[in-house]
């Protein structure tokens, strides 16, 4: 049985747990760039990126990381989106808020998760998760952005 939770900071996740799901020198998916983003001012819910970052656990051990955030809008993604965006508000429909799986600012192909399960498992019970999240908040959608299998 897993369990499915959100961080609304990476400091809440342990570096060294993070950084060896990822395990990858991938600088970007690095616990300390996110950190330096958070840290900086860069991320947090007033410039948009809000961070959530999802963590599967089993057991008590952390065995699933991803980049989560909650965007009010798409500045910062570098994927066009406000044809999308109008297209729902002529719709009578709320685009925003919306969940974005990504490293913000960065428009760099490369992995956007760390697991010690296999791949498939993993993206199911993430998946799983951001509906859960996405039900809640009643965000309109997720996106994956430069996404990179490992």
């Given at each position: ?6 961080s ?8 060294s ?25 860069s ?43 109008n ?33 498939v ?30």
């Open positions: 049985m897993y369990q499915i939770s959100f609304d900071s990476i400091d809440k996740i342990p570096a747990t993070w950084n060896k799901l990822c395990n990858t020198d991938y600088p970007f998916i690095q616990h300390a760039f996110l950190k330096a983003m958070e840290d900086s001012g991320v947090t819910a007033k410039t948009g990126w809000q961070p959530m970052h999802m963590s599967l656990v089993r057991q008590g051990e952390t065995v699933g990381v991803m980049p989560l955030y909650i965007k009010n809008h798409s500045y910062g993604e570098y994927v066009f989106d406000w044809s999308w965006a297209a729902w508000a002529r719709q009578g429909l709320d685009y925003y808020p919306k969940l974005v799986t990504a490293i913000p600012y960065t428009p760099a192909q490369g992995p956007r998760m760390g697991t010690s399960l296999p791949e498992e993993a993206l199911s019970l993430f998946y799983a998760g951001i509906r859960q999240l996405a039900e809640q908040m009643g965000a309109s959608s997720w996106h994956g952005l430069f996404l990179m299998m490992l």
